[in-house]
């Protein structure tokens, strides 16, 4: 098989080089102190599986107290958290790779005992199917101020010496709950028709650049991960995704970041053919405006290489890079037959994974390929 793509090197839109084709995927772990800050654990787990991709997505980070999406994440959102911020883009480009930090808020999806007053936020005052916990429907100068956080949490990043952002609008968070016609009901700027729903993130976007421009030079990379399609009804549809990307398309993003289950699964709703691949439309769309990372349920090189083959500069692994940290290393000595495609239940110590992240993944059946 010829893998000489996956790690070839490739130039983002910014002149960055990236050595190689392979990403480590944004993944929460659920290892960092009550208070926000890093554990030592964490930085080696990062350290760990640095050396190999050519960039490495952290876990996402809250940018403001009522973002905070998951126990043991770690902080963005105070000028104290930059030497906390710092150890893990260290442990990160010490090995080799870019440091990307995921920026975040999780709005209606935030555990009520992990932000302020148990009060969790939105665009609209719509639970999440199946939850009882009613958010608050955000003010628009609250709003305004959630955009002032995701830039302040990008000034941080420049701080710590991140070699980029990723703004987190995937996954069902606050910035999709903008997006979403099932999470947002409002009738301001920010609501009603599509182009209004668009307008939370594209300003995200503006805020994010402009301070990129103020703090730090081009060769800072800012990319923008989206969710294509929601079950919910009224949800995205591909449709409402494409017209999105097609404005993302043209805000001088360093990449854009699509987040799948599947690599391969095709659309849903919305668009005609629903036996064509979701990254195809994406492509179509993006017609090599900006580079886009995929992913999804890739393990093997043969995998990666197929996805690279439809056209995507880039891919991303999540779990994959838990189970086999010596990824990409395999790859580059031939020896693609000895990845590892099933964690081992004995492995934790000789895998780098906090204790707390071990026993997540241990306690959630089904989600990792366990050997
Ligand atoms: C443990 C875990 C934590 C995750 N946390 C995040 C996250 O913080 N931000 C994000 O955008 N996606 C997150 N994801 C989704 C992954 O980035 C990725 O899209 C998904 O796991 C599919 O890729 P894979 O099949 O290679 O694991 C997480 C996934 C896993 C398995």
Not at 250 to 256: A, C, M
Not at 283 to 295: A, Q
Request: net charge negative; with cysteine.
């Amino acid at each position: 098989m010829n893998t000489n793509n996956l790690l070839s090197p490739f130039t983002l839109p910014n002149g960055v080089e990236l050595k190689n084709r392979i990403i480590m995927a944004p993944m929460t772990n659920w290892s960092s102190n009550p208070d926000g800050t890093v554990t030592e654990d964490e930085v080696k787990y990062y350290a760990r599986r640095s050396s190999g991709v050519s960039m490495v997505i952290t876990a996402c980070t809250n940018v403001t107290a009522n973002g905070k999406g998951f126990h043991g994440e770690f902080a963005g959102d105070r000028d104290e958290m930059i030497p906390s911020l710092r150890k893990i883009a260290n442990a990160i480009k010490e090995q080799g790779a870019k440091a990307v930090l995921q920026i975040f808020h999780g709005g209606r999806l935030c555990p009520p005992e992990l932000v302020p007053n148990n009060e969790i936020v939105s665009a609209s005052n719509i639970p999440a199917e199946g939850s009882s916990n009613i958010p608050r429907a955000l003010t628009e100068s609250e709003v305004e101020e959630i955009i002032e956080a995701f830039g302040e949490t990008t000034r941080r990043a420049i701080e710590a010496g991140y070699d980029g952002v990723e703004i987190h609008g995937a996954n069902g968070y606050l910035v999709q709950q903008f997006f979403s016609p099932h999470s947002n009901r409002r009738e301001d700027r920010f609501g009603g028709s599509l182009e209004n729903r668009m307008t939370f993130p594209l300003a995200l976007v503006d805020k994010v650049k402009s301070v990129v421009n103020q703090y730090a030079d081009s060769s800072f990379i800012v990319g923008y991960r989206f969710s294509p399609e929601e079950k919910e009804t009224p949800g995205i549809t591909m449709a409402d995704t494409l017209k999105l990307v097609d404005a993302l398309a043209d805000k001088g993003l360093t990449y854009l970041h699509v987040s799948l289950h599947h690599f391969f699964s095709t659309a849903k709703r919305g668009i005609n053919d629903t036996s064509k691949k979701r990254i195809e439309y994406l492509l179509e769309t993006i017609n090599d405006r900006v580079p886009l990372i995929g992913v999804g349920k890739i393990q093997t090189a043969e995998d990666a290489q197929k996805a690279l083959d439809t056209g995507v500069p880039l891919v991303a692994l999540g779990r994959e890079l838990i189970i086999d940290p010596d990824w990409v290393q395999k790859v580059a000595e031939g020896k693609e037959n000895e990845i590892i495609t099933k964690l081992n239940k004995d492995m934790q110590e000789q895998l780098v994974i906090p204790d707390p992240f071990w026993k997540v993944i241990m306690n959630t059946p089904g989600w990792f390929p366990i050997a």
